[in-house]
């Protein structure tokens, strides 16, 4: 029998959207309307349906929100001459700029052009580092946040905890190692960041309470590289063929579920687990953005 128990990402989400959408109603007290600016440039499949998300879910929480949308082609200096001008719009306390952006246009200048009071999804440098500083005053990115809610809310303890991280992206496996080494509540963890280049894997993870698979490989993480009950979070997103799907593919994570179900003490679905959360601090750290111009915080 499966021992493991679910960590529901889709249940603490609406805790937390419950929550933001009670900071809205303080903040239209206050005659302030939080206002989030979405930019997609192109027309990746995922991008439009990753934004049409987020736009439904703000839009139910009282927050106004606006999808600019742009060619493939356009110019990388047209495009950051539009981010400095909502930089300046005192009714937009939000702006994402919707990645991966074409090839022909910088993520790292655009994620450092928009303004780190209005940097939501937390990449901008300044952003990145007040997180590694351990400053509060600073917006942490969405999915490593996203991942710190759901230990912190299902009662996983952190402090002394080994933690495993597997990717050292910028999105995930960096800003979340720096969250969890803090000397601070609900942190205070020993962390190890595996990456392609690690040696014995499989050994790091064995010694871990908690692993957090972010490598971008399906399945990747198997029951004989998790010790009995530890807790696995499962960010990976990742295509495989799948004939009797309509679609010709479905989406897997980067850990086999099923099996691990019978050795974790707490396990993420895939779908269901990381995913809703990063749209939830999406939107929670919106207001913020808008209690904070409100001088609410």
Wanted: aromatic letters at 4%; charged letters at 20%.
């Amino acid at each position: 029998m499966p021992t493991a128990q679910l960590i529901d990402g889709k249940a603490i989400a609406e805790q937390i959207h419950s929550e933001t959408g009670a900071r809205v109603q303080a903040l239209a007290a206050r005659g302030v309307t939080p206002g989030l600016i979405f930019i997609r440039v192109g027309d990746d499949p995922a991008s439009q349906a990753y934004v049409r998300m987020k736009e439904k879910k703000a839009a139910s929480l009282g927050i106004r929100s606006q999808t600019l949308v742009y060619p493939g082609d356009f110019p990388e200096a047209e495009l950051l001459a539009k981010i400095r001008t909502l930089n300046a719009d005192v009714d937009v306390h939000g702006i994402l700029v919707q990645a991966p952006l074409p090839s022909h246009i910088s993520e790292t200048l655009v994620f450092s052009t928009v303004a780190p009071e209005k940097d939501v999804d937390g990449f901008n440098p300044v952003n990145v580092g007040k997180l590694l500083l351990g400053a509060e005053d600073g917006f942490r990115s969405c999915t490593p946040a996203g991942v710190h809610e759901l230990l912190i809310r299902s009662g996983i303890p952190t402090a002394g905890a080994e933690v495993a991280i597997l990717g050292r992206g910028n999105i995930v496996g960096k800003p979340l190692a720096a969250i969890l080494l803090q000397k601070a509540k609900h942190a205070n963890a020993t962390v190890t960041l595996l990456h392609s280049r690690s040696r014995n894997i499989a050994e790091h993870c064995r010694r871990a309470d908690i692993v957090v698979a972010a490598m971008g490989q399906a399945h990747f993480v198997k029951a004989d590289m998790v010790k009995p009950g530890a807790t696995v979070i499962d960010v990976g997103v990742n295509r495989i063929d799948d004939p009797s799907d309509k679609r010709g593919y479905r989406l897997v994570g980067d850990v086999e579920f099923d099996a691990l179900l019978e050795v974790a003490g707490h396990i993420t679905p895939n779908p269901g687990g990381v995913g809703p959360m990063t749209i939830a601090m999406l939107l929670s750290n919106t207001v913020l953005a808008a209690e904070k111009l409100a001088g609410a915080r």
